[in-house]
């Protein structure tokens, strides 16, 4: 009787981890990234060894009951997957990619995770754009480095990406875009008559309606042969 008691308790531990999981998966959308997951690892591996954590503190809760709380392990969880090191987002939105480019370290800045960049009238940019960009790092490398036009390395204001469908958007000021500069991305919204962003980046649009995260240029430094001085041209 006593070793079926043990049983059922385990099973309700089962359960309990099965809901939980459910209910992070439900309220911090951690397959948000399924496909990406799946191909890096990293993040799968992250929820699935913290899954594996909470089975483990489960069944020696049926052994030892004052070990630890259901509630403590569910909170311990959810804890270890919203820290920074497990967040599912912390691979495809780094806060702050500084790709280089000629010499220079181009800095930018995470404003928002679901926003587009806005000048300060509230107006968006204009963008081209590319797809297949693994991660936020990679949009600002492409940007920098994948437009090998130079007038549009100087514009560029800072970029748009969405994790879900892979979409980079490297955003200029209105104009900078044309049908010859234009061959270095993959789509463009040059051509239509809607009024574009001027300056730099100093509001938000359509916050938390998009997938797509804002990115700000904020500046760029001159690397030294010994990287110990530089200069800082900061963006207006």
Same mark, same amino acid.
């Given at each position: ?16 981890? =099965? ?28 929820? &699935? ?18 070990? @630890?709380?259901? @509630? ?8 270890? &997957? ?6 599912? *987002?912390?691979? %495809? ?6 790709? =280089?480019?000629?010499?220079?370290? *181009? $800095?930018? *800045? ?28 990679? %949009?600002?490398?492409? %940007? ?21 469908? /892979?979409?980079? $958007?490297? &955003? ?8 010859? *500069? ?12 809607? /009024? ?36 800082? $041209?900061?963006?207006?």
């Amino acid at each position: 009787r006593r070793r079926m008691k043990h049983e059922t308790s385990f099973f309700i531990s089962i359960i309990r981890t =099965v809901v939980v999981i459910k209910k992070i998966k439900r309220e911090h959308n951690i397959f948000r990234h399924l496909p990406r997951a799946l191909k890096q690892h990293n993040t799968m591996k992250a929820f &699935l060894t913290a899954a594996v954590l909470l089975t483990s503190v489960s069944a020696q809760m049926v052994f030892d009951p004052e070990l @630890v709380s259901p @509630v403590a392990a569910a909170a311990a969880m959810e804890a270890e &997957l919203l820290d920074g090191r497990s967040d599912p *987002n912390a691979d %495809c939105f780094p806060e702050r990619p500084r790709p =280089v480019r000629n010499g220079q370290r *181009n $800095r930018f *800045n995470l404003e928002s995770l679901s926003a587009f960049c806005a000048d300060a009238n509230g107006v968006t940019y204009e963008w081209g754009s590319q797809n297949r960009i693994n991660n936020a790092d990679e %949009c600002a490398e492409f %940007c920098v480095n994948g437009v090998p036009n130079d007038s549009l390395y100087d514009a560029l204001r800072g970029f748009e990406y969405n994790c879900g469908s /892979t979409a980079c $958007r490297c &955003l200029y000021d209105q104009g900078s875009i044309n049908s010859a *500069n234009s061959r270095s991305f993959r789509d463009s919204n040059y051509n239509n008559r809607s /009024t574009k962003g001027r300056g730099s980046i100093k509001r938000l649009s359509g916050k938390r309606t998009t997938s797509f995260a804002c990115y700000k240029r904020v500046g760029s430094e001159l690397l030294e042969e010994d990287d110990v001085t530089s200069s800082l $041209r900061g963006r207006n």
